[in-house]
C-alpha cells in the first residue's frame, strides 16, 4: 500500500521535471539534487529508471503543443504528406546520432563516474557562464537560421554533437547543449527551442525504454503509482512551461537561465563542501 507521504514526493518530483525538461537548466540535475533532500522509498534500480521514464509525461505535451509542426499527414477529402515534415524528421534522426552512439555503448560507464551532486553543480555553472557569453557575443547579431525549414542536414548534426555532452554530463542538460550549440552556429532562439522540443522526442522514447528492458517489468503496485502520478504532473507542468518559453524568447535572451544555473551551481558546490 502506497503512502501519501510518497505520492506526495511522485507530484513534487513530476513538477520538477516538468518545469526544468524544457527550460534550460538541467532536469537530470534538478532530480538529481532534488533526490538527496527529497528521497522516494524505492529501490535503487528503480530511481534510476524513474529518473529517466518520468520524461515521457513531458514529451506528451510536446506531441500535443506542435502536432501540426511534427505529424506529416493531413487527414480530409485527401489525404496530403507534408513532405518538408518528413525531411525534418530526417534531420532531427541525423541529430541523434551522436548521443544514440555514445550512450548505447557507455550508458552504465557514464552514470557510474558522473552522475553524482559535484558533477551536476560543475555542469550547471561551465553551461551557465555558455549562455551569458555567447548571449552577449550574440547581443547585436543577426541569425541566420530563422525557420525549421533553413537547418540542414549538417547543422542538425552539429546540434546533436552538442546534445552529446548532456548525455556524457547530467546537470548539462540537453535542452541547454542543444540550444547554446544552435545559437554558436546562427540559429534564432525560437528555431533552436523548436527544434531542441522535437530531437527530444526520440531521444526521450529511445532512453526511455533501454531503461524499461533493464529494470524489467516487474513493478510493484506502489511503483507503478509513483511513475504514473509523475508522468501525469510533468505533462501538465510541461505544457505550461513550455508555452511560457516560446513566449519569452520572442522579448528576452537566455541569460537569466545561465546566471540561474550559475548561482544554484555554486550553493549546491558549497552545501555539499560544507556537509562534507
Sequence with gaps: ??????????????????????????????????????TLDVSPEFWEMFLVVIQLGAILAVVILFWNKIFPFRFGEKQVIQKDIFVLWFKILVA???????????????????????????????????????????????????????????????????????????????????IVGALMIGVSRTVAAEFTFFLAIPVMLGASLLKVLKFGFAFTGAEAVILLIGMAVAFIVSVIVIRFLMGYIKKHDFKVFGWYRIVLGAAVLLYFALAG
Excluded at 139 to 145: L, T, V, Y
Excluded at 159 to 170: C, K, N, R, T
Design 1 to 38: 500500500m502506497i503512502s501519501i507521504m510518497e505520492i506526495l514526493k511522485a507530484v513534487l518530483f513530476g513538477i520538477v521535471e516538468g518545469i526544468t525538461e524544457w527550460l534550460p537548466i538541467s532536469s537530470t540535475g534538478h532530480m538529481i539534487l532534488l533526490n538527496e533532500f527529497v
Design 96 to 178: 541523434c546520432i551522436p548521443a544514440a552512439v555514445i550512450g548505447l555503448a557507455f550508458d552504465d560507464v557514464l552514470d557510474a563516474l558522473f552522475y553524482n551532486p559535484w558533477c551536476v553543480s560543475i555542469a550547471l555553472i561551465v553551461f551557465g557562464i555558455a549562455f551569458v557569453v555567447i548571449e552577449n557575443r550574440n547581443r547585436n547579431a543577426s541569425p541566420r537560421i530563422t525557420q525549421l525549414g533553413q537547418i540542414t542536414y549538417q547543422t542538425a548534426l552539429m546540434i546533436g554533437v552538442f546534445q552529446l555532452l548532456a548525455a556524457v554530463f547530467p546537470g548539462t542538460s540537453r535542452s541547454g547543449a542543444t
